[in-house]
């Protein structure tokens, strides 16, 4: 396709969506063409993240029973410690992306983000109607109804540990000011097919160690904060008074006077030291895992650890990351002599704890754009829902993949009826 018609093309289609970000900080996201893979691949992005999300899974029942100081020096923040035990429905994460890497032989882990995974519209709502468009069949067909029904019985699975009985109030809520988030807690609120109300972070008012209210002052049952943080919630401060509303948002939770979705427990699987852990536990040969669990962190996971001696003794190239960085903030690669080659200009994570993980190359691809052809590296963002793969896809963009990456809608090669 000439530059010019897929760039009209491209746009013309795009603004039949209103309510999705095609354009991300000025430039191109999504692109207007469909990556094909034959139904074997998508079948083994499955498996792998099934593989990997019960690892993960397995890891958080271990990580609640840790010391105060091993928490730590895993490089949670100490405020959000009383917390990490909180237990409050039975799947650790409502929703999870893992992001992975797409080997000769296997695919590798990167890491999971479990705790306010975005890509969540791209992949269960834009990427089948850029199938429909190109006459493609959608990989993630019908996940968008799972995603709904998983969303709905979340909440009210989580009204119930709170222990009452009539129909809850409950918000769905973000930053007014981030188009992204707050649609896509917009579309969780339509797909959920639940009564309940969108309101922004910053008109919910909390009375401490009592409730937190809406607009109308009444009190909120269920809080749902897909794009909200923990690590970030902790910091937030009231305006007026300097409170740490934030803080006393988790407490209400810890009192069970209010309930939050991803849950707590998300949070807990959320630090990267979590891997550091894994493959520790992997090269022990310890006996909390299974033979076929040993044989899975073997095949899918990197070497990770929390400082880079190994990589340094081995020679090898490796990766530094904050344990709670977000779109590759903060990453550096250096080369097997400990010499930086590579680093993300944005450094706000730097006061976190360090892992140090195996490097691993990302596939490269030729792709068009609205300024011409482009290479890029592609990784895999892979859901889990309820503890469960589900939508997959694709963003292209450096060897550290950040906010300024492309969307690539993914399609099976064979052409829809």
Same mark, same amino acid.
């Given at each position: 396709?000439?530059?010019?018609?897929?760039q009209?093309?491209?746009q013309?289609?795009?603004?039949k969506?209103p309510?999705?970000?095609s354009?991300?900080?000025?430039?191109?996201?999504?692109?207007y063409?469909?990556?094909?893979?034959e139904?074997e691949?998508a079948?083994?992005?499955?498996?792998?993240?099934?593989?990997?999300?019960r690892?993960?899974?397995?890891?958080?029942?271990?990580?609640r029973?840790?010391?105060?100081?091993?928490?730590?020096?895993?490089?949670?923040?100490i405020e959000?410690?009383?917390?990490?035990s909180c237990?409050?429905?039975?799947?650790?994460?409502?929703?999870?992306?893992?992001?992975?890497?797409?080997?000769?032989?296997t695919y590798?882990?990167?890491?999971?983000?479990s705790?306010?995974?975005t890509?969540?519209?791209?992949l269960?709502?834009?990427n089948?109607e850029?199938?429909?468009?190109?006459?493609?069949?959608d990989?993630n067909?019908?996940?968008?109804?799972?995603l709904?029904r998983?969303?709905k019985?979340?909440?009210?699975?989580?009204?119930?540990?709170?222990?009452?009985?009539?129909?809850p109030?409950?918000?769905?809520?973000?930053h007014d000011?981030?188009?992204?988030d707050k649609q896509?807690?917009?579309?969780l609120?339509d797909i959920?097919?639940?009564?309940?109300?969108?309101?922004?972070?910053?008109?919910l008012k909390?009375?401490?160690?009592e409730a937190l209210?809406?607009?109308e002052?009444?009190?909120i049952?269920?809080l749902?904060?897909?794009?909200?943080?923990i690590e970030?919630?902790i910091?937030d401060?009231d305006?007026e008074t300097?409170?740490s +509303?934030?803080? $006393?948002?988790l407490?209400?939770?810890?009192l069970?006077?209010?309930? !939050?979705?991803n849950? /707590?427990s998300? @949070?807990?699987?959320?630090?990267?030291a979590?891997q550091?852990i894994?493959?520790g536990?992997?090269?022990?040969?310890?006996?909390?895992?299974?033979?076929?669990?040993?044989?899975?962190?073997?095949?899918?996971?990197?070497?990770t650890?929390?400082?880079?001696?190994?990589?340094?003794?081995?020679g090898?190239k490796y990766?530094?990351?904050?344990?709670?960085?977000?779109?590759?903030d903060s990453?550096?690669?250096y080369?097997?002599?400990?010499?930086?080659?590579?680093?993300?200009?944005n450094?706000?994570y730097?006061d976190?704890?360090q892992?140090?993980?195996?490097y691993?190359?990302?596939?490269?691809?030729?792709?068009?754009?609205e300024?011409?052809?482009?290479?890029?590296?592609m990784?895999?963002?892979?859901?889990? +829902?309820?503890? $469960?793969a589900?939508a997959f896809?694709?963003?292209?963009g450096k060897? !550290?993949?950040d906010? /300024?990456?492309? @969307?690539?809608?993914v399609?099976?090669k064979?052409?829809?009826e």
């Open positions: 396709m000439k530059e010019q018609v897929y009209t093309e491209r013309a289609y795009y603004a969506f309510t999705f970000w354009n991300l900080y000025d430039q191109e996201y999504a692109l063409s469909v990556y094909e893979i139904p691949e079948e083994d992005i499955r498996n792998v993240a099934n593989r990997v999300g690892i993960f899974s397995k890891m958080a029942k271990l990580l029973g840790l010391e105060k100081e091993t928490l730590l020096e895993l490089g949670y923040p959000t410690i009383p917390y990490l237990k409050e429905i039975v799947a650790e994460s409502i929703i999870s992306r893992v992001d992975l890497v797409k080997t000769n032989d590798k882990v990167l890491e999971i983000n705790d306010t995974p890509f969540i519209k791209e269960f709502q834009m089948g850029v199938c429909k468009e190109f006459g493609r069949v990989p067909g019908h996940e968008e109804e799972r709904g998983a969303v019985n979340a909440i009210f699975e989580s009204y119930q540990a709170l222990e009452k009985k009539e129909f109030n409950i918000v769905f809520t973000s000011e981030n188009f992204e896509t807690v917009l579309y609120k959920c097919r639940l009564p309940s109300q969108y309101v922004p972070l910053h008109k909390i009375i401490e160690g209210l809406d607009e002052g009444r009190k049952d269920v749902y904060r897909q794009t909200f943080p970030s919630l910091l401060k305006a300097g409170a +509303v934030g803080l $006393q948002l407490e209400l939770v810890r069970k006077k209010l309930a !939050i979705v849950p /707590l998300a @949070f807990l699987l959320q630090s990267k979590v550091a894994i493959w536990l992997h090269e022990q040969r310890s006996e909390f895992f299974t033979k076929e669990e040993h044989k899975w962190i073997g095949e899918y996971f990197l070497a650890y929390l400082e880079p001696t190994p990589f340094l003794s081995a090898k990766v530094e990351k904050p344990t709670f960085g977000r779109e590759g990453v550096k690669i080369a097997p002599s400990g010499e930086k080659v590579e680093e993300d200009p450094n706000s730097v976190y704890v892992v140090y993980q195996e691993v190359d990302l596939p490269k691809i030729s792709f068009q754009t300024i011409g052809w482009k290479d890029g590296h990784m895999i963002g892979a859901f889990l +829902v309820n503890e $469960q589900s896809g694709y963003r292209l060897q !550290i993949i906010n /300024l990456s492309y @969307f690539m809608p399609g099976f064979q052409i829809k």
